[in-house]
């Protein structure tokens, strides 16, 4: 295989941060992954605010939260788990999540739904204010 076509496709994974090796986005785990990536994205602004390094940031706390989030219902649903692994995986997802510094309550990025039916339908939104 040439070197060229090594590298374009590692870009490509690279670049789409949804993606990851191994993990089927139509999977359970792969859902809640690219969920907790796209909501986390969006409470920081957007795609377009987001460096690569926060990027990273977020793909990282949400990896965190997913495992964390299996492994406690792992232990509710009565599998024998070392409550100490749980407890350290909380924590490191909670301060992934931290370092974000996303604020409580903080709007995601972009118009809200009266904002853009309005925006795409002025008639309808003339004829409701009438």
């Known amino acids: 295989m040439p070197l060229a076509a090594v590298s374009k496709g590692a870009s490509r994974i690279t670049n789409r941060p949804?993606?990851?090796?191994?993990?089927?986005?139509?999977?359970?785990?792969?859902?809640?992954?690219?969920?907790?990536?796209?909501?986390?994205?969006?409470?920081?602004?957007?795609?377009?605010?987001i460096s690569?390094?926060?990027?990273?940031?977020?793909?990282r706390a949400a990896d965190?939260?997913?495992?964390?989030?299996?492994?406690?219902?792992?232990?509710?649903?009565?599998?024998?788990?070392?409550?100490s692994d749980l407890?350290?995986?909380?924590g490191a997802?909670?301060?992934?999540?931290?370092?974000?510094a996303i604020k409580p309550g903080q709007k995601p990025a972009g118009p809200t739904l009266q904002e853009y039916l309005a925006a795409r339908y002025p008639a309808a939104a003339e004829a409701d204010e009438a």
């Not at 407890?87 to 909380?90: G, W």
Request: charge should be positive.
């Open 87 to 90: 407890i350290r995986l909380e």
């Open 18 to 49: 949804t993606k990851l090796a191994g993990i089927d986005n139509r999977s359970t785990d792969g859902r809640r992954r690219r969920d907790l990536i796209r909501c986390y994205v969006s409470a920081l602004g957007g795609p377009d605010k």
């Open 52 to 59: 690569p390094a926060t990027m990273n940031d977020v793909t």
């Open 64 to 83: 965190l939260v997913a495992l964390a989030e299996k492994k406690r219902a792992e232990g509710l649903r009565g599998v024998d788990i070392d409550l």
């Open 93 to 100: 997802a909670d301060r992934a999540v931290r370092r974000l």
